[in-house]
């Protein structure tokens, strides 16, 4: 991404950051308020919710009548984050270049804190999104908040994660955990945005598309990273991967038939923005950082 789209992107960021600061302020009982914030505003890239506000943006909405909805899906991330390095899941003491939340605060905590996030998320767009947005539009970000968290989401990629580990799995298979555990979060944000915008079905179906490739694209790159980076630059432990016996591209396939899957990948997304006239500096900026870092790895 270029100088000037890191600056926009950054500007949208820090918006994100204020709210999910200003949306989680510490009351009674202070410790599940500090966890929730622990995690939260660790300083994570922020992408699903600067995309919701993209493509929220890019379609005729206000930034106002998107930033609950963006911190709600940032929630959700987060909520996923902290279980999946829970000792139960993916068991991993760092993230975000930090002890995991279990570690600071206790499994029981942390658990509560991923719960706490996943309830908190929708009643932010329930009670913070402007009047302006009607509750026609309500009803449905939150079909599809819930659609991605859910079993027709996320929860489905982490059980098929986890029950493909120690053994040989299909392409097939591959690719459902793939869009079920990453893809579907990307879908959600661009959705998100675009439906608070009002946009028609084709393009809503476009942008899912996008969201798929650039998805997929994103994490055979974390798989990638996972072999070959340290923890500087992933903030989690390198090498989980291999350690819990995970079944990735890189593990089936090997490290330069991902890198090349990558690139085809992040071509596939941008035929997309091509395609529909999005001329969004954002998205192509995402897609364009993943194949400068393939270029380096
Ligand atoms: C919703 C009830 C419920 C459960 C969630 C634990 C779980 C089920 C899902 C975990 C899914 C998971 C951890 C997928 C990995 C996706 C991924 C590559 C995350 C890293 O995203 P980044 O790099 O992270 O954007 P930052 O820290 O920058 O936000």
């Known amino acids: 991404m270029n100088e000037q789209t890191k600056t926009k992107f950054n500007e949208i960021r820090k918006v994100i950051d204020e709210h999910l600061d200003k949306y989680t302020q510490v009351k009674y009982p202070e410790n599940i308020y500090k966890a929730i914030r622990y995690s939260l505003l660790a300083g994570g890239k922020r992408l699903r919710p600067v995309m919701a506000v993209e493509a929220a943006l890019l379609f005729g909405a206000k930034q106002e009548e998107i930033i609950p909805a963006a ?69 449905l970000l939150l079909n599809e908040f819930f659609t991605a968290a859910g079993t027709e989401g ?86 989980k991967d291999a350690k819990n016996e995970k079944s990735t591209y890189v593990s089936m396939y090997g490290i330069e038939a991902a890198k090349k899957q990558t690139l085809f990948l992040c071509n596939k997304a941008y035929d997309i923005l091509k395609q529909e006239h999005i001329n969004s500096e954002i998205l192509e900026g995402i897609v364009s950082d993943i194949i400068a870092g393939i270029c380096k790895c």
């Open 71 to 139: 911190c709600a899906i940032e929630m959700l991330h987060c909520q996923s984050l902290i279980h999946d390095d829970l000792p139960c899941m993916d068991n991993d003491d760092f993230r975000r270049g930090k002890p995991s939340n279990h570690k600071v605060f206790g499994e029981a905590t942390a658990t509560l804190a991923g719960d706490a996030l996943l309830s908190f998320a929708p009643k932010i767009i329930i009670e913070k999104t402007p009047k302006s947005i009607s509750s026609d539009i309500i009803i």
């Open 154 to 239: 996320i929860v489905s990629g982490q059980i098929v994660d986890i029950e493909s580990e120690k053994k040989k799995i299909s392409k097939e298979t591959l690719e459902f955990l793939y869009e079920y555990k990453t893809a579907k979060l990307f879908k959600l944000a661009l959705r998100t945005g675009a439906i608070t915008a009002g946009v028609n079905s084709d393009l809503l179906q476009n942008l899912t598309l996008f969201a798929q490739y650039y998805g997929y694209a994103f994490q055979i790159y974390d798989d990638i990273l996972d072999v070959t980076a340290d923890i500087d630059i992933i903030g989690k432990t390198p090498g």
